[in-house]
């Protein structure tokens, strides 16, 4: 089980599904990043989009399947 300081992290101690998925480039939030210096700014926007679409074929593909999650 993957755990760690991303966001889903949290929901994985609980027992509920979490996703995480690693994407390359750059990743230039030290500084502001989940902190009180955490600015719109710091966000790179082809990488939002990517993000936005990689959990909305995910979201889409689990709203599809024939089971539920275990």
């Known amino acids: 089980m993957r755990s760690g300081g991303s966001d889903h992290a949290s929901f994985l101690k609980r027992g509920v ?14 500084f502001g990043w989940h902190t009180q210096h955490d ?10 989009r990517q993000s936005a679409t990689c959990a909305a074929v995910t979201a889409y593909r689990l709203a599809c399947a024939p089971t539920l999650l275990p």
């Open 17 to 30: 599904p979490g996703f995480f998925w690693e994407e390359v480039g750059r990743a230039e939030y030290a």
């Open 39 to 48: 600015r719109f700014e710091l966000a790179i926007p082809v990488y939002l």
